[in-house]
């Protein structure tokens, strides 16, 4: 089984700062790209930030400048810094991981169960 948490959501005030994190545990072989997404009630899920395991990045043109998106492999860890925040950002943040469980060739997507990220004004 592979579990993904993640940490680090909370109440911050405009022009304020928060760092996500997201660990992924359980019998994993390798992982692909990690990533993040918000979503707000009665809207779509988008896409704000994803990394490869090369390290290439895709960051949403909304946060372009304010987010940054890193990870630690040997921790099996993505990170979201999370710099400017404005309270259009108020979310629920969900991470994700592309990844193969030991005796597996499938790459199958994993998802975190969310934290909230409330930005006041």
């Known amino acids: 089984q592979v579990q993904l948490v993640e940490s680090g959501g909370g109440l911050v005030q405009a022009g304020g700062s928060l760092r996500l994190s997201c660990a992924a545990s359980?019998?994993?072989?390798?992982?692909?790209?990690m990533g993040w997404y918000r979503q707000v009630s009665g809207k779509q899920r988008e896409l704000v930030a994803v990394?490869?395991?090369?390290?290439?990045?895709n960051i949403a043109d909304s946060v372009k400048g304010r987010f940054t998106i890193s990870r630690e492999d040997a921790k099996n860890t993505v990170h979201l810094q999370m710099n400017s925040l404005k309270p259009e950002d108020t979310a629920v943040y969900y991470c994700n991981a592309d990844l193969k469980v030991i005796g597996s060739s499938y790459t199958v997507r994993y998802w975190g169960q969310g934290t909230q990220v409330t930005v006041s004004s």
């Open positions: 990394i490869s395991s090369g390290r290439n990045t």
């Open positions: 359980g019998s994993i072989f390798s992982i692909n790209t």
